[in-house]
Each structure stands twice: as C-alpha cells, then as structure tokens.
C-alpha cells in the first residue's frame, strides 16, 4: 500500500502562483510514474502532468508552459509549481502514483483561482 499526501492548495488570483506537494508513504518500492491530476466541478478527471521514475516528464496541453512537475526522491515527494493561473486552473487536484499495475490517489486539494 501506497498512502500519498497532498498539501499546499488554496485560494489565489488569476496570475499568482502556488506549489503542490505530494508525500509518499508506505510501501513505496517500484513506483514507476508519479503525478498530478486534477477535477473540475461536471468534469472527468484530467492528466496535468506526469513524471516517471527514470525522470522523464509529460504535461497536458492546457498547461502551456506555466506549471512544472518535480520531484525530491530522498523525501519520497513531487511537487506541482503552478504559476500564471487562470480561474479555468479552478479544481480538486489529486496526486497519483502508479505502483506495478496499481494506482494511488490523494485525498486532493482544492485549488480556486479568483478572476
């Protein structure tokens, strides 16, 4: 089992900047991809960004260049800075590990950008 945990949402205005980060506990061996996802409100689930365990990242298109994926292996954690927001960024974003063939989700953090 792999128990990840989310911090660092909140509330800011269209053109800031925040910075999510996931920690992984449990059993965290071979865990391939980790990453952020995130749900609007009557939306599906969407990828934001990815990064595998060799260090090779993916990113939706609607991030057009403004977020940036990381990750710190010592502490087990990986980080999502976000800057120029747009009030469409507004949603519950999930951090996700992908373990063999299973997937772990946060709890999520909701993420409001004012306009």
């Known amino acids: 089992q792999v128990q990840l945990v989310e911090s660092g949402g909140g509330l800011v205005q269209a053109g800031g900047s925040l910075r999510l980060s996931c920690a992984a506990s449990g059993s965290i061996f071979n865990i391939r991809v980790r990453g952020w996802y995130r749900q609007a409100p009557g939306k599906q689930r969407e990828l934001v960004a990815i990064v595998t365990s060799g260090g090779n990242t993916n990113y939706a298109d609607f991030v057009e260049g403004r977020f940036t994926i990381s990750r710190d292996s010592a502490k087990n954690t990986v980080y999502l800075q976000m800057n120029s927001l747009k009030p469409e960024d507004t949603a519950v974003y999930y951090c996700?590990?992908?373990?063999?063939?299973?997937?772990?989700w946060g709890q999520g953090t909701q993420i409001t950008v004012s306009s």
């Open positions: 996700n590990a992908l373990q063999w063939d299973i997937n772990y």
